[in-house]
């Protein structure tokens, strides 16, 4: 897949919703403790929302498909 064809919003949905299925599978399987990771993911999708930016934002930022889009 193209650069042109991705946008940040949609690869940064694309990782909360692979890490959140990592952090269920991982809870049932290993142990309850992953859950943290699913509330980490939580926390990260309403700082997005919020403010428009959080850790996975600012360093997708930072790469060559998505340096030309405006992030704060």
């Known amino acids: 897949m193209s650069c042109e064809r991705l946008s940040l919003t949609r690869v940064l949905f694309a990782l909360a919703g692979t890490m959140t299925l990592l952090a ?3 809870a ?3 142990s309850p403790w992953f ?3 699913g509330v ?3 926390v990260n999708q ?3 929302a919020l403010v428009g930016a959080c850790p996975a934002s600012i360093i ?5 498909c998505f340096s030309r ?3 704060r």
């Open 28 to 30: 049932v399987t290993v």
């Open 40 to 42: 980490f993911v939580a």
């Open 69 to 71: 889009e405006v992030t």
């Open 60 to 64: 997708l930022g930072r790469t060559p």
């Open 24 to 26: 269920v599978v991982l």
């Open 46 to 48: 309403w700082l997005f």
């Open 35 to 37: 859950l943290l990771l």
